[in-house]
């Protein structure tokens, strides 16, 4: 006889939104959560590919919203929409993301505001416009990056961006901590996902998804973290990859 799951049981009926979900890291969270009975609502750039990624189990537990974290106009459309649901959502899960490989000097101020809006500004809208369609006790997690912890020479502003999606995340925990509501920050090492081939491609190395963490295990510490007991909150997880030659 096959025991049940007591973290997957826990999510039965509880409702998250996921961004990102297309692909990569966002797609197996979503895919984590969709497979233990979670309700989602999948937020991405083409419909196509979220079907693709997190195939609808049922009418009422997965909803798609396509959106453009690059345009203004698109994200309040998509908060316009989220805000319709008046049931409260028991997690927000912060997992879309734009890299740009490039270092400071040849960069230009376009890539910066665009990596801007969609790596800080989206994430912080969204959650300041949801604030009051969270649970009392909702977890908010903002997918970043380990790139927070050294030097970034090749990616200069996608490492700003990163390091300024801390600094907010970490204000608005120390601001809404006492309502209940728990805020943590993930720092992945090198990821086997789509945007990672793409950089190492750049780096002209050989990409090895065996070798680096795989988004399946980020989406199983997220399912973990969602439904640890209330009397502690995890602030930031560090993860790199067990294989020292990445």
């Known amino acids: 006889m096959t025991r049940a799951d007591p973290q997957s049981a826990a999510l039965v009926g509880k409702r998250f939104i996921v961004t990102g979900a297309s692909s990569g890291i966002g797609a197996a969270i979503a895919t984590k959560l969709a497979d233990a009975g979670a309700e989602l609502v999948l937020l991405g750039r083409s419909k196509t590919r979220l079907l693709r990624s997190v195939p609808r189990r049922d009418a009422a537990a997965v909803r798609y919203v396509v959106v453009d974290f690059a345009r203004g106009d698109s994200l309040s459309a998509a908060l316009r929409r989220l805000r319709t649901d008046r049931r409260p959502f028991d997690g927000l899960i912060h997992s879309a993301g734009a890299y740009d490989h490039r270092k400071l000097m040849v960069s230009a101020p376009k ?6 809006m969609v790596n800080v500004e989206a994430p912080v809208f969204l959650t300041l416009g949801l604030r009051d369609r969270l649970s009392p006790e909702a977890q908010v997690i903002f997918v970043n990056s380990s790139i927070v912890q050294r030097p970034a020479v090749d990616a200069a502003y996608y490492a700003a961006t990163k390091h300024a999606l801390r600094s907010l995340a970490d204000s608005l ?4 901590n006492s309502t209940g509501v728990r805020v943590t920050s993930l720092f992945p090492g090198r990821t086997a996902t789509p945007m990672q081939r793409g950089i190492t491609k750049k780096e002209k190395r050989r990409y ?6 795989q988004p399946a295990d980020i989406a199983q ?5 969602v439904v640890l007991p209330r009397t502690i909150e995890i602030t930031d997880v560090f993860m790199r990859p067990t ?3 990445v």
Do not use: G, N, P, Y
């Open 208 to 213: 090895d998804a065996s070798a680096l963490i």
């Open 111 to 116: 890539v910066l505001a665009r990596l801007m």
């Open 221 to 225: 510490l997220v399912s973990a973290l």
């Open 243 to 245: 294989s020292r030659a």
């Open 173 to 176: 925990r120390q601001e809404i």
